[in-house]
């Protein structure tokens, strides 16, 4: 996203900072606790898969057998880093067709 945000933008803090912003709005959305809003938008906001590679470090300390949810559920930690790598690539894909439109002599 920050990629994305640098091709838009004359100045080189802008996208760091707009970047940390959106992040920011949508780990606090991500906390919501709305119904509709559970349903409908949080499944596909990109803050809520940034955590599934959490699940990898999820370990007893004395037996060594991962905790319940966490390897176990791989399934899941696949799919949010198919969503992210869909994200990053639509990002990429935007990034790359405005800068060959943009005009970068002037």
């Given at each position: 996203m ?23 709005i ?17 499944p ?6 940034m955590?599934?590679?959490k ?52």
């Amino acid at each position: 996203m920050a990629f994305m945000f640098s091709v838009f933008a004359d100045n080189s803090i802008g996208p760091i900072v707009g970047t940390v912003c959106v992040i920011i709005i949508f780990t606090i959305l991500m906390q919501m606790e709305i119904p509709f809003y559970e349903e409908s938008i949080k499944p596909y906001l990109f803050t809520t898969h940034m955590l599934g590679w959490k699940g990898f470090f999820y370990v007893k300390g004395n037996e060594g057998v991962t905790i319940n949810g966490s390897l176990s559920n791989f399934p899941a930690i696949m799919k949010s880093a198919l969503i992210l790598l869909c994200y990053a690539t639509v990002f990429l894909l935007i990034s790359i067709w405005y800068f060959r439109k943009k005009n970068i002599l002037s």
